[in-house]
């Protein structure tokens, strides 16, 4: 186990839904991430926080809005999602962010279906 | 062009073969990278980091050409076990990692 995790690990919406995915590390790490994989495509970064303040957004669409209440906590709001956000949601987590060596530890993943 | 970009494979060989994947880099200021391993339906894990000289760990051995942008990981002597989709990583100039899309291993016995 690499000490994040996630829940729920699946979780099936309407479009009309709302609903939260939430991450925890037990890692003491400062810094953690949300990403997107969909099938064949490359893993997306969507939000980074870094001592729970958003420190990048990659142009995500404003129906995920992420929240991060302490930095072993973080969020994944989810509304009015579409069929094409069915994808592996995965937080990830690093002692700090940006340094050469700095490696990623990931949580095992949502896997959202959208109908 | 892609920033990171993998031969998708998949890569179908028998236990005991050798087999290498190649990964190519589009930003020349990227200064580490790492490959990742994913097996079916679960998480990247990291495999290991690739160093500028190269570096070994086991029956991998990852090796950087930072002149050529590319990067390369070496399995020896391969292991049912070994099965899985392997990620090319870099870092980007924000810090960021960038991920491939994967090459995917296939070993059989």
């Known amino acids: ?115 | 062009r892609k920033e990171v970009e993998q031969d998708p494979g998949p890569f179908n060989v028998p236990e005991g073969a050798t087999v290498a994947f190649n990964c190519t880099y589009s930003n020349s200021a990227s200064q580490s990278f790492f490959w990742y391993r994913q097996d079916c339906r679960k998480e990247p894990k990291l495999l290991m980091s690739v160093y500028s000289s190269g570096n070994e760990d086991g029956r991998f051995t990852a090796q950087l050409n930072r002149a050529s942008q590319y990067i390369s990981l070496l399995i020896r002597d391969s292991k049912l076990s070994d099965s899985a989709t392997y990620l090319c990583v870099a870092r980007g100039s924000q810090g960021n990692l960038i991920f491939g899309k994967g090459t995917k291993l296939s070993v059989k016995p």
Do not use: I
């Open chain 1, 1 to 115: 186990e690499t000490g994040v995790t996630q829940t729920p690990r699946h979780l099936v919406m309407g479009m009309t839904n709302k609903k939260s995915l939430k991450c925890e590390q037990h890692l003491g790490h400062n810094a953690m991430y949300w990403y997107k994989q969909s099938a064949k495509k490359p893993l997306e970064l969507m939000f980074v926080y870094s001592l729970e303040e958003r420190v990048e957004n990659n142009s995500v669409p404003s129906r995920f809005s992420p929240e991060c209440p302490n930095s072993s906590h973080l969020f994944l709001h989810l509304h009015t999602l579409q069929p094409e956000d069915s994808a592996l949601y995965l937080c990830a987590s690093s002692q700090d962010l940006s340094t050469d060596e700095e490696t990623q530890y990931f949580g095992p993943g949502t896997r959202l279906l959208v109908l």
